[in-house]
């Protein structure tokens, strides 16, 4: 469908994690932001391979008092600061800890936690929190059913999974009308799926090691070469899909946007089945990585607010990322079914 939609303001989720980032970001569109959060006495206790979250000690995730900071910050453009602690699950003796932290990050002024944990939500339902919660995409929320699942465990928000189509999600938005629904719009691939990998970064990307392997067939044969021919191919084809996923060789257009998993070409269809924010990847990124991401984002909501159609939306955000190979491979979208142009 080409017919124009009106303008429906969409917000824009932020990756942020110094305070020094605020004012640009405030000024380039950002609606919410969103970073992870350091605590010393965590890591003494549970050692680096335990995180709070999907990111380890580093740029993600800035200690209390610089959050503290960020928040009053970004309380001066009125945009709320949400934390994620959405690793898979945390053992019984974690959850104390954790439900701790939320009352400093209540105090510091955080408004929302991003979660994955069932029992977590339900601790820091028992402990009377008044942080608002959203179900982190490592929940791997597919259909409606799981939605309400997590409604009633107390979650406002799902974040949806990358691997998800465009009706899919307009699916869920309309059997779960009371929930707020946010979606991947740029950066930031996964190979199996977050809520489906049982590995942690923490040792390493799994997913993106070079391993050493032999192929062999059961009976003991040795392979023929077109067996081989096919095998070498599907890891040459394998080997190209890891590479778009992690942001094309983290590589960058001649714009200097950069390139990888990408969703602008379905903000149209996001805004037509009401989807409430859009999310940018990436809170360890180079601010100015953060910076392009979200401008590029925004200048294509603007062009949806202002009365593109589906069509024109689509063709600008390929022209302004001047990389049309990438594009018209398809393994660099997110939504395979949002292209600009109708096929």
Same mark, same amino acid.
């Given at each position: 469908m080409a017919s124009q939609?009106?303008?429906?303001?969409?917000?824009?989720? =932020?990756?942020?994690?110094?305070?020094e980032e605020v004012e640009a970001l405030a000024a380039s569109g950002a609606t919410e932001f969103y970073c992870g959060v350091a605590v010393e006495s965590w890591a003494q206790r549970y050692g680096? *391979?335990?995180?709070?979250?999907?990111?380890?000690?580093?740029?993600?995730? $800035?200690?209390? +008092?610089?959050?503290?900071? *960020?928040?009053v910050e970004a309380n001066r453009f009125?945009? $709320?600061?949400?934390?994620? *602690?959405?690793? $898979?699950? &945390?053992?019984?003796?974690?959850?104390?800890?954790i439900v701790a932290l939320c009352r400093d990050l209540a105090d510091v002024g955080v408004r929302r936690v991003i979660v994955s944990d069932p029992g977590l939500i339900l601790a820091l339902r028992a402990s009377g929190s008044t942080l608002a919660i959203s179900a982190s995409s490592v929940a791997a929320?597919?259909? =409606?059913?799981? @939605?309400?699942? &997590?409604? +009633?465990?107390?979650?406002?928000r799902v974040i949806l999974p990358r691997h998800m189509s465009l009706g899919d999600i307009q699916r869920i938005k309309e059997r779960a009308p009371d929930l707020e629904i946010e979606v991947f719009v740029l950066n930031d691939g996964c190979t199996y799926e977050e809520?489906? %990998?049982?590995?942690?970064?923490?040792?390493?990307?799994? @997913?993106?090691?070079?391993? =050493?392997?032999?192929?062999?067939?059961?009976?003991?044969?040795?392979?023929s070469g077109e067996e081989r021919g096919a095998l070498d191919r599907n890891v040459t084809d394998y080997k190209e899909w890891i590479w778009y996923l992690s942001n094309c060789g983290h590589s960058s257009s001649a714009r200097r946007l950069p390139n990888g998993p990408c969703g602008l070409c379905a903000i149209w269809d996001? %805004?037509?089945?009401g989807v409430d924010c859009l999310k940018i990847v990436g809170r360890e990124a180079h601010p100015h990585r953060k910076l392009l991401s979200l401008q590029l984002v925004k200048t294509v909501v603007e062009q949806v607010e202002q009365g593109a159609?589906?069509?024109?939306?689509? +063709?600008?955000a390929r022209e302004l990322r001047e990389t049309p190979d990438l594009c018209d491979s398809n393994y660099m979208c997110?939504?395979?079914?949002?292209?600009?142009?109708e096929r």
């Amino acid at each position: 469908m080409a017919s124009q939609i009106p303008g429906r303001r969409i917000g824009i989720a =932020s990756p942020i994690s110094m305070p020094e980032e605020v004012e640009a970001l405030a000024a380039s569109g950002a609606t919410e932001f969103y970073c992870g959060v350091a605590v010393e006495s965590w890591a003494q206790r549970y050692g680096n *391979l335990a995180w709070l979250n999907r990111r380890g000690v580093g740029a993600a995730n $800035p200690n209390l +008092d610089a959050l503290r900071r *960020l928040v009053v910050e970004a309380n001066r453009f009125a945009i $709320p600061v949400a934390v994620a *602690l959405n690793s $898979p699950f &945390y053992t019984a003796s974690q959850l104390p800890d954790i439900v701790a932290l939320c009352r400093d990050l209540a105090d510091v002024g955080v408004r929302r936690v991003i979660v994955s944990d069932p029992g977590l939500i339900l601790a820091l339902r028992a402990s009377g929190s008044t942080l608002a919660i959203s179900a982190s995409s490592v929940a791997a929320i597919r259909n =409606s059913q799981a @939605c309400e699942f &997590y409604r +009633d465990l107390g979650v406002q928000r799902v974040i949806l999974p990358r691997h998800m189509s465009l009706g899919d999600i307009q699916r869920i938005k309309e059997r779960a009308p009371d929930l707020e629904i946010e979606v991947f719009v740029l950066n930031d691939g996964c190979t199996y799926e977050e809520g489906s %990998c049982a590995t942690t970064h923490a040792a390493g990307a799994f @997913c993106l090691t070079e391993w =050493s392997y032999a192929f062999a067939r059961f009976d003991g044969a040795p392979l023929s070469g077109e067996e081989r021919g096919a095998l070498d191919r599907n890891v040459t084809d394998y080997k190209e899909w890891i590479w778009y996923l992690s942001n094309c060789g983290h590589s960058s257009s001649a714009r200097r946007l950069p390139n990888g998993p990408c969703g602008l070409c379905a903000i149209w269809d996001f %805004c037509r089945v009401g989807v409430d924010c859009l999310k940018i990847v990436g809170r360890e990124a180079h601010p100015h990585r953060k910076l392009l991401s979200l401008q590029l984002v925004k200048t294509v909501v603007e062009q949806v607010e202002q009365g593109a159609s589906k069509e024109q939306a689509g +063709d600008f955000a390929r022209e302004l990322r001047e990389t049309p190979d990438l594009c018209d491979s398809n393994y660099m979208c997110y939504y395979r079914d949002g292209s600009g142009k109708e096929r």
